[in-house]
């Protein structure tokens, strides 16, 4: 007999007992609970296998992959399933370049966090999410932060349950990334080699994962320079992806991976070959991120085989869709940063309501823990009275003009009126950052601006540009500096850059027309850059 049919026929039988009617409502709630948990439990498999249909849609069409994923979405109700879906549309838009609507799928089950209480299992997937987001939006140190936070804790690293391991090891794989952007390829490839521990082959999002792992694997061999480990790993992937014939995307990308290495032998036409084959897998589909990478390499090569028109084409759609997924990822950052903000304040104020609900209950059951919350209370808002002279006391300082004054160098230096003072052990910081940016290449970043470098280096936007202007004039000035300086080493160490257009040098470098690289390049080399190449050419000759 179903569980419908327990249920009315316990509603009907009104003719029984006085007390039994009374127990009736306790009956209905048992049988109902025990009917919904017979019903997850069959649904667990159900929903495991529509997940990861759903995860091999991402490698295969985002705009499928979403409408696919969607419609699981709307019909399922389990919190869990709902963030895990939540997640695989949010890559699905990154994928895209689609920043903004990334971050907002990743808001909506923030919001649904708020009203639903965190198992473990949500309260690391949510942590992976917002470290995904991070890495997605070019903020690695943030998302370092977080994995290696999430990484620490033993009983995520010793769990047994498949959905915990699966986040470890995509954890892992993120960290391996965000160690490739810092060219510690050996600590890149240990969390490869760390990820690849914790997946089994039980299902597509398993594979997907190691086969990327494999590429990533196989990138940062070609970075070291481990050419024969390289190409036999990369082409043993090619081969695979090649006859499974249902992950475009990866096999695309694994395509341009093989280009850099025909680039760097000079091979040039087949790097021409692996790239178009590559864009051909991608080029009706909406994975704009790889189309840009593919985009640059074919321009790249086109340029070293001086074929001007196809350099011209694909320099532009590189141009064109890189512009368009820039803008929508700085709104992006905007709209995470907001969102962050916003979600920290809201569970501020949620955990405030449990407190003051539970201390309601409390109060009622035990008089000594209306003391002790009392108390607890009392002690907050003198803490939060003794914050709030503080910080009137700053506002006032901030507030009134500053008086000039004679500081000598080891100091912090206050140049006007108008300038924030900043304390020495915080210029010191500050300046150690700036010294490490500069031992970098970010400065070659278009975008690169000042609210931009003061997010990554997690400083006061206010106090990065009073010590960059204590360098420079000006944030523009200290960038470009560090451009022409960059160029300079480039032409003078590197035999190959003095065959380069100007326009080229200029693009490279970061400077958005060939009239602002010149213009600066003379500024701080005291000649343009065509007479610079003249010389340098000349002293190689000597």
Known sequence: MDCTRIIQKNTKNKLFTHQLFQNSGRILSFLFIFCSLIANAQSGPDFAILADKAFLKLYQNSDECISYTQGILVSDQDAEHKMMLQNIISQAYAMKGDYVQSVNIFAQHEDADQETGLSYFMQ?????????????????????RIISHLLSDQRLLKSSD???????????????????????????????????????????????????????????????????????????????????????????????????????????????????????????????????????????NYYAVHNDAKYHQYNKLHNDLKAKTDSNSKEGIR???????????????????ILQKSSLYLIIILLLI??????????????????????????????QKAQPVIVNKTQAITKDSGSTKISREKEDEI??????????????????????????????????????????????????????????????????????????????????????????????TGMSPNVYIQEISKTKVL
């Open 335 to 353: 709209y995470l940063v907001k969102l962050v903000e916003t979600s920290q304040n809201k569970n501020i104020e949620f955990q405030k309501f």
């Open 162 to 300: 498949p959905a915990l391991r699966i986040t470890t090891a995509k954890l892992y794989q993120l960290q391996g990334l965000n160690s490739g952007i810092n060219r510690d390829y050996p600590t890149a490839l240990q969390n490869l080699d760390k990820s690849n521990q914790y997946l089994s082959e039980l299902n597509e999002e398993n594979a997907i994962i190691k086969m990327e792992n494999r590429i990533f694997r196989s990138s940062y061999l070609l970075k070291q320079n481990k050419l024969v480990e390289y190409k036999t790993l990369i082409n043993s992937v090619i081969s695979d992806l090649e006859h499974q014939k249902s992950k475009p995307f990866l096999l695309g990308l694994a395509y341009e991976n093989l280009s850099q290495y025909y680039f760097l032998e000079q091979d040039y036409a087949t790097a021409i070959e692996k790239l178009e084959t590559g864009l051909s897998l991608v080029e009706n589909l909406p994975f704009n991120n790889l189309k840009i990478k593919i985009y640059e390499s074919l321009s790249r």
């Open 370 to 399: 209306v003391i002790g919350l009392l108390t607890y209370f009392l002690f907050i808002k003198s803490k939060n009275k003794d914050l709030k002279k503080q910080f009137d006391f700053f506002e006032k300082q901030i507030s």
């Open 431 to 524: 300046l150690q950052k700036l010294e490490e940016f500069e031992k970098s290449d970010g400065y070659l970043n278009k975008n690169m601006s000042l609210s931009l470098l003061s997010s990554q280096m997690e400083v006061n936007t206010k106090y990065l540009s009073e010590v960059i202007n204590n360098k420079e004039k000006n944030f523009n000035g200290y960038i470009n500096k560090l451009r022409i300086n960059h160029i300079v080493q480039l032409l003078r160490n590197d035999a190959a850059f003095l065959n380069y257009k100007v326009s080229y040098l200029a693009e490279y470098s970061g400077f958005s027309s060939h009239s602002a690289f010149t213009t600066v390049f003379k500024s701080v």
């Open 124 to 144: 690391v997937f949510s942590d992976y999410n917002l470290a995904d987001q991070y890495q997605n939006l070019g903020l690695y140190n943030q998302s370092k």
